[in-house]
């Protein structure tokens, strides 16, 4: 299990989709987290848990998958230094490339 993976007590980046929420469920167990995230969902099940800190990312909410993406979140995370960094993908290249589906996620997740 991936929670098993982190401590207490650590600042986590927890991308939304399937991964994310399936992670965020597991967390519950956790104890003085920072979860920095970009989902809605995500953010609504951690927040069950009086015992984390949730940052929600900023700017237009994707219908689809109730995620914020854009500009902001992208200035945002560039200032923020996390323990783990917990994300789905589509696939992972030979090179340990990550693909992504939109060209907006591209620019989202470039540094």
Known sequence: MTANLIKDGEILLLVGESTGIAVAHEL???ENLTNITDSLIVSSIL????K???IMLGRTVNPDDHAVCGTLSRIILKQLLVDKVILGTKA???????????????EFWRR
Do not use: G, K
């Open 92 to 106: 992972i290249s030979v090179d340990c490339s990550l693909s992504v589906e939109t060209p907006e996620e591209v």
């Open 47 to 50: 927040l069950q848990h009086s």
């Open 52 to 54: 984390h800190t949730v």
């Open 28 to 30: 519950l167990y956790h």
